[in-house]
């Protein structure tokens, strides 16, 4: 009796113990299998992807991703040599161009993962001193892709600079040369604003295409992918070059971008708000049984009246497997693409505006968040559960918990200055030197309200988070920072007394809905070169635990239950136990 008694005592503590260890969220988490996964596609989009891969891998992520252009990434996933794809545009069933299939029978969903804008980042120096502050409409810089420009004197540019000459500089002109989102993007707005232009230099088609028409006027070079097209912007030849890219590639560069002409005629850059603002015009595609689901209409973009759009923002989008039996995929696979992407449109969001992209807003957010469930769907073995805007809404500045119906970043947008108004300025022309005023994203984190060029304003501060870093250095006696939009009015400005950096210090406020802002500090009386100064751009990882549930909360349940039959079971049992001894 007391051999026995003893046994079922030990074994009863002996199997709590066991269950206890064994049911741990360290040990639940072990037994989540991840795989390695590749992915290929636009490098309009790969600096966002990079990032979040850099953030992810310190989660345990393992991803690779390489960049040879949308067009070859739609292919390399439709051939099942890539696990997923990005792409800035879908499937185009046909290439205009090459009259190649662009299909999938391999099937598949999209997804948005980050917005931005088409940049066009130039170098041009007169007289010793980098031009920062270029301001081209529409159609003139339709005019140089197609030809039609070729020189920096031209009457247009010197018009569209309200009277500024340049001297006699060749232009050149940098494309993409491979099937390239950045190229569709472009050419569909050329396509669908200036008919008369594109169509004749494209062959007399009137459509978009990937693959950028070679000129037989101007001087055109062509590189492959974003990095080479910068390459020869930066390079020691690069006098007079212009080209096209995502933002994020001029700020990562450090070379200026053209102010473009929206359709309210202010020239602006394409910074995370001006974007935002823009994106608000895309149609996007909502019907669930179309091929085409989420994907882009940018018409009413090109053409938005509001003051803060640029005309050449979009989306780029993720294209990840669905099918249950698809023999690429395992479950491991689908998990990390679960995670990586759960990260991406929802924690990754939080800084993309640091580094020259715009975030998703909370439409499509909670769509892209839909079709993630997909890889669930196709293998239940997937442990992902989805998380909820409203916990996105933690990270990504476009909405919160509580403004779902809002984009809180198009909101916050500040309105451009009056000095880049057709008719005026240019803002930054004057003084001694050739400077521009801050064109950093105006309170988007540390950054600053920029550099004050000649006698204009440091740049706005304001934004959505407290700026914490000087207004920039004046090109002259720098006037105070302007007041943003989209928030109450500061109660302060800060005049143009220098700090240590050649700008005054900003004054921290809040704005309407209760959120810190910061006006931007005045230029110094030091000699600025025109630069805005931009914080540098820091990625905060979030943990994936919090990003997505994955069932976390049942191991401790299990504990704790395990736990309280210990307390009530053991202590009788052991009594028991001790009397039958005696």
Same mark, same amino acid.
């Given at each position: ?63 690779? #991703?390489?960049?040879?252009?949308? @067009? ?10 890539v696990d997923f794809s ?31 804008? !088409? ?12 031009? *920062? ?16 420009? !070729? ?84 390079g020691g030849a690069g ?7 995502? #933002? ?82 395992? +479950?491991?696979?689908?998990? !990390?693409?679960? *995670?990586? %992407? ?52 933690? *990270? ?26 057709? &008719?005026?300025?240019?803002? @930054? ?26 006698n204009n304003a440091g ?14 250095? &004046? ?18 400005? !800060? ?17 309407? %809905? ?12 030091? +000699? ?48 028991? #136990? ?5």
């Amino acid at each position: 009796m007391k051999c026995r008694t003893h046994r079922i005592v030990v074994a009863a503590v002996v199997a709590s113990i066991a269950a206890l260890a064994g049911l741990t969220p360290g040990a639940a988490a072990t037994a989540i299998t991840r795989d390695l996964i590749n992915g290929n596609g636009s490098s309009w989009a790969a600096l966002a992807v990079q990032q979040w891969i850099t953030d992810t891998t310190k989660q345990g992520l393992k991803v690779v #991703y390489s960049d040879p252009g949308s @067009g070859v990434g739609r292919q390399s996933f439709a051939q099942s040599t890539v696990d997923f794809s990005v792409s800035d545009i879908g499937y185009l069933g046909e290439d205009p161009v090459t009259h190649q299939l662009d299909v999938s029978n391999r099937k598949y969903a999209y997804l948005p993962i980050v917005g931005g804008g !088409t940049a066009f980042p130039y170098n041009l120096t007169v007289a010793g001193k980098r031009v *920062d502050n270029l301001r081209l409409s529409g159609e003139t810089i339709a005019k140089i892709f197609t030809g039609k420009i !070729t020189n920096w004197n031209d009457a247009q540019i010197k018009a569209d600079n309200n009277g500024r000459a340049f001297p006699s500089i060749p232009i050149v002109t940098v494309v993409h040369s491979e099937s390239a989102g950045s190229t569709a993007q472009f050419s569909r707005y050329l396509a669908q604003m200036f008919p008369s232009l594109w169509a004749p230099f494209n062959n007399n088609n009137p459509s978009g295409v990937e693959y950028y028409p070679k000129t037989n006027s101007g001087i055109q070079k062509r590189a492959d992918r974003s990095d080479g097209v910068m390459n020869i912007i930066t390079g020691g030849a690069g006098q007079g070059t212009i080209g096209y890219n995502e #933002y994020a590639y001029a700020l990562a560069a450090g070379i200026p971008a053209v102010k473009v002409k929206n359709a309210a005629g202010y020239y602006v850059l394409p910074t995370q708000y001006n974007d935002a603002v823009a994106l608000t015009k895309a149609n996007i595609n909502m019907d669930k049984t179309s091929k085409d689901y989420l994907l882009q209409d940018l018409s009413k973009v090109y053409t938005d009246t509001d003051s803060r759009t640029y005309p050449l923002s979009s989306y780029s989008y993720g294209i990840i497997p669905t099918a249950p039996d698809d023999d690429s995929m395992t +479950t491991g696979k689908r998990q !990390t693409m679960a *995670d990586f %992407l759960t990260y991406a449109v929802c924690g990754g969001q939080a800084h993309i505006g640091d580094i020259g992209y715009t975030s998703l807003p909370v439409n499509l957010v909670k769509a892209s968040m839909d079709q993630i469930a997909l890889l669930k769907a196709a293998d239940p073995a997937v442990s992902w559960n989805n998380v909820g805007v409203q916990k996105c809404g933690k *990270d990504n500045p476009t909405f919160d918990g509580t403004h779902l119906n809002v984009n809180l970043l198009a909101q916050r947008a500040p309105r451009p200055e009056a000095c880049d108004k057709e &008719g005026a300025g240019p803002c @930054g022309f004057g003084g001694s030197g050739i400077g521009i005023p801050g064109h950093g994203a105006p309170g988007g984190g540390n950054n600053a309200g920029g550099n004050g060029g000649g006698n204009n304003a440091g740049g706005n501060g304001g934004g959505n988070n407290a700026g914490n870093n000087a207004g920039g250095n &004046g090109g002259g006696t720098g006037n105070g920072g302007s007041t943003p939009n989209g928030g109450s009015n500061p109660t302060a400005v !800060t005049s143009g007394a220098p700090s240590a950096s050649g700008g005054a210090q900003p004054v921290s406020t809040t704005d309407a %809905l209760g959120n810190p802002v910061s006006t931007g500090g005045g230029g110094g009386d030091t +000699t600025g070169d025109g630069q805005s100064v931009n914080a540098q751009a820091v990625a905060l990882p979030v943990d994936l635990a919090r990003n997505q549930d994955q069932g976390s909360d049942v191991p401790y349940a299990v504990a704790a239950v395990v736990i309280l039959l210990l307390i009530i079971v053991a202590p009788p049992l052991f009594v028991t #136990y001790l009397r039958s001894q005696s």
